[in-house]
């Protein structure tokens, strides 16, 4: 999104792609394993449970925003009139909702999973069937994801970690 902030011309096609890939990937698969491991987790610590509701509503949001922004998305590549403030406004809020719920999962949610949860309720959640497999990074990429997954694959490559350099002091 950063060339769209310098009004550049955005990728439109990639970034759909991206966020169809978000949203079939964590409908199929990561949301229902999630669900699984927050009805345990709600089990084990009754007081988990507004959190839990809140995240699983969260679900809801963000796949209804993600189909917003999805449609906005496909809309400018097509080079169909839109609303830049529209398309602006549909990122933002997916994106916000997305970054917060994250945020929740990491502080709050997986740190207590971690502690409660057994490795025969972990060996439940990973039972758990996809409703499909992973389009992106999955044994079989699907054909669409082929360009984005060679694009995500060339930017590894030429990734440099950062350096502690608290080590080398």
């Given at each position: 999104?950063?060339?769209?902030?310098?009004?550049?011309?955005?990728?439109?096609?990639?970034?759909?792609?991206?966020?169809?890939?978000?949203?079939?990937?964590?409908?199929?698969?990561?949301?229902?394993?999630?669900?699984?491991?927050?009805?345990?987790?709600?089990?084990?610590?009754?007081?988990?449970?507004?959190?839990?509701?809140?995240?699983?509503?969260?679900?809801?949001?963000?796949?209804?925003?993600?189909?917003?922004?999805?449609?906005?998305?496909?809309?400018?590549?097509?080079?169909?009139?839109?609303s830049r403030t529209a398309l602006e406004a549909a990122a933002a809020m997916y994106l916000a909702y997305y970054r917060n719920h994250l945020s929740t999962e990491e502080k709050q949610v997986m740190p207590r999973a971690a502690r409660l949860l057994t490795e025969e309720d972990w060996a439940e959640v990973a039972a758990t069937v996809p409703a499909c497999s992973d389009p992106l990074f999955g044994e079989n990429v699907h054909e669409r994801f082929a360009a984005l997954r060679k694009q995500i694959d060339g930017e590894a490559s030429t990734f440099t970690p950062l350096t502690d350099h608290r080590e080398s002091a």
């Open positions: 999104m950063c060339a769209f902030y310098q009004e550049e011309q955005p990728n439109y096609g990639l970034m759909g792609m991206i966020i169809d890939y978000m949203r079939k990937y964590g409908d199929c698969v990561h949301h229902p394993r999630e669900d699984v491991a927050y009805a345990l987790l709600v089990e084990r610590d009754p007081a988990m449970r507004i959190v839990v509701s809140r995240l699983l509503q969260e679900h809801r949001v963000i796949a209804a925003v993600g189909e917003e922004l999805l449609s906005r998305l496909r809309e400018a590549e097509r080079d169909v009139i839109t």
